[in-house]
């Protein structure tokens, strides 16, 4: 059959406008199931100056504004797809709900929170990354190590009207309230834990080279943030090498880059696992013996009606995760007996499981009116599995 020249390039186009279209298509599609939305958050600002240096030049406020925005063009250049989401582009103050809310309003998935530390001696320097919980170091004292600087951070507090009210009665200087803050559970600790390790390696090396690791410590600004959330204390403003790296320009940006490359690494993650995740199969009909990394409390786990044994896949509610284990009959679980998976860095602490996964879509409504964060997962061999 021969086709004439005008009919040729009519079909040329059209095939031409057909693959542009997939090109477009797919990509989008691609970027809405993966990591959209990250907020970092310049810590201080306003009124609220953060950490000076001894000679009162310098402010946290200024070195953080300074790294969050480059930063974030960093983000938004290597990263076209993502929306990045700054609690504050300018010398104001934010108050710590506020930062959390505006993560949350964004539905980001990620939240990273920038700050400088200080001591009264010159001598420490480097930097650390913090998430919300207590210390999982067995026998580390959180007042004996870290608490000057989750005191330093969470007073800013007091520069806001009626605070007591907005924070549910905390109050920095009581050492009770430390206490509260220690018991608060993170349902995406595991991740958050992730990016804080990712952060810490990539800042590794760099223009501060002193790696003071990873912590696990009760700071405001992490609390209500509805997502992995972690803070980066950059260096210390109170030593001198510190001071020296955060006035040069250049290497404020060359620590920007190398949280650039941090939110890459873990984003790169996050699209893999969603696009494994995406895809929920029917239960499996099969029975099979829990895994070992399983540990079941007995009241809730779904069991195979003829072999009596608990299913190869399971589902269930996620409430919250920890770097201990805490009893089954534990007040946290208010009155739920929950599955708990042993992960290796984290328990993971299930309730409302069953064989189906329309039971634990029918209970998560009920589950969320106590655990706001609570998500479906599904359990399978040593695997827990968020399902989107």
Not at 113 to 123: D, L
């Amino acid at each position: 059959m021969r086709i004439d020249k005008n009919n040729y390039f009519f079909l040329k186009r059209t095939i031409y406008l057909l693959l542009a279209a997939i090109l477009l298509v797919l990509p989008a599609h691609a970027q809405d199931i993966g990591l959209t939305t990250i907020v970092i958050d310049p810590g201080h600002g306003g009124k609220d100056p953060g950490t000076v240096s001894r000679d009162g030049k310098y402010y946290e406020k200024t070195f953080t504004l300074d790294i969050s925005r480059r930063l974030a063009e960093k983000i938004k250049a290597e990263c076209p797809g993502v929306k990045v989401v700054l609690t504050r582009d300018s010398d104001k103050t934010v108050a710590l709900n506020d930062r959390a809310a505006i993560a949350n309003k964004a539905d980001a998935q990620l939240f990273m929170s920038i700050h400088i530390n200080a001591v009264p001696s010159t001598g420490p320097s480097g930097f650390s990354v913090h998430v919300l919980g207590k210390s999982s170091q067995k026998d580390r004292d959180l007042f004996a190590y870290n608490m000057n600087v989750c005191k330093r951070e969470n007073s800013v507090i007091l520069l806001e009207d009626d605070y007591s009210t907005k924070y549910q009665g905390y109050d920095p200087d009581d050492p009770e309230s430390f206490i509260f803050m220690q018991l608060m559970q993170n349902s995406h600790l595991e991740q958050s834990l992730e990016f804080a390790e990712i952060i810490s390696k990539s800042l590794d090396g760099g223009p501060i080279s002193a790696n003071r690791g990873v912590w696990q410590d009760p700071f405001l600004v992490l609390w209500k943030t509805a997502m992995p959330a972690v803070l980066v204390e950059i260096g210390f403003i109170s030593n001198t090498t510190d001071l020296g790296v955060l006035k040069n320009e250049e290497n404020r940006d060359k620590l920007a880059a190398r949280l650039c490359t941090a939110f890459k690494k873990y984003k790169d993650g996050y699209d893999r696992s969603v696009m494994l995740d995406v895809e929920v199969e029917a239960p499996a009909q099969d029975g099979g013996v829990a895994p070992a990394a399983v540990k079941d409390s007995g009241k809730e786990a779904a069991k195979d009606t003829v072999s009596g044994k608990a299913p190869a896949v399971r589902y269930g509610v996620q409430i919250f995760a920890g770097s201990k284990r805490l009893d089954a009959k534990d007040k946290a679980f208010m009155g739920y007996t929950p599955l708990i998976v042993d992960s290796g860095k984290v328990y993971k602490y299930i309730v409302a499981v069953s064989s189906d996964l329309e039971s634990a879509n029918n209970e998560l409504p009920i589950i969320r009116k106590k655990y706001s964060d609570a998500f479906i997962v599904r359990v399978e061999g040593e695997k827990v599995i968020r399902v989107k």
